[in-house]
């Protein structure tokens, strides 16, 4: 692979389930983040890790968990689904966090809670 | 607060010339990028600008005005394959991505 992928592509889930999206990068890039897209509205920071090891909180961070346990993986987990985190989520990575660089996104998740 | 501004939606004629227009407010400047998302897709990244002036690569060229908080995209010779969104992103003092909602841009031939 090349780039990123996120898994599952789409999902329904019912609320008040737990769901874990998935998100790997094999372009070595310490920077990862976690982006919702809605109608409308521009992307929303959730969380970001600037290196493995290190999380932080983004602009929408509640009901939302992350963790970085190596380069590569960034998982993004919803505790308990609600119907408001239907939305589309792209993971992006770059280079340096602490930096101008460019963010490469994932495919996306398209996540619908009912 | 930080505050991104671009028109919602344009319309443009195949083989013309168009520009979006990106004003901005953000809590330290650390450079403009611009992407573009096709309808069910990611966004990919077009243009990155940190100083005044034009920034040309092919069909596309990007201009930042730091001092009025102004960006602009110019897209040329418009192909059919150009309907996308735009997306304007300023990135703050922390070097964080501030998004606008983006310009949905409609080429009819």
């Known amino acids: 692979i090349a780039g990123i992928t996120q898994a599952p592509t789409s999902q329904i889930l019912a609320a008040g389930r737990r769901m874990t999206l998935r998100c790997t990068q094999d372009m070595r890039h310490n920077a990862m983040y976690w982006y919702r897209q809605d109608l409308g509205l521009g992307l929303r920071l959730i969380h970001y890790?600037?290196?493995?090891?290190?999380?932080g909180k983004g602009e929408v961070p509640d009901g939302y968990s992350v963790s970085r346990a190596n380069t590569d993986d960034f998982p993004l987990t919803l505790a308990s689904a609600v119907p408001s985190q239907t939305s589309v989520y792209f993971c992006?990575?770059?280079?340096?966090?602490?930096?101008?660089?460019?963010?490469?996104f994932g495919p996306g998740t398209r996540l619908t809670v009912l | 607060g930080q505050n991104i501004d671009q028109p919602t939606e344009m319309t443009a004629t195949e083989g013309a010339i168009v520009q979006i227009n990106c004003t901005y407010q953000t809590s330290g400047f650390n450079g403009l990028f611009w992407y573009q998302q096709h309808a069910g897709e990611a966004p990919t990244f077009l243009s990155y600008?940190?100083l005044d002036g034009l920034e040309e690569k092919g069909r596309f060229s990007s201009f930042l005005s730091r001092s009025k908080g102004y960006s602009y995209l110019l897209l040329k010779e418009l192909q059919m394959k150009d309907s996308a969104s735009y997306l304007c992103a300023p990135m703050d003092s922390n070097y964080q991505l501030i998004w606008g909602a983006g310009t949905k841009l409609i080429i009819k031939p």
């Open positions: 992006a990575s770059s280079k340096q966090g602490a930096g101008a660089d460019t963010q490469y």
């Open positions: 600008n940190v």
């Open positions: 890790s600037n290196t493995a090891g290190t999380t």
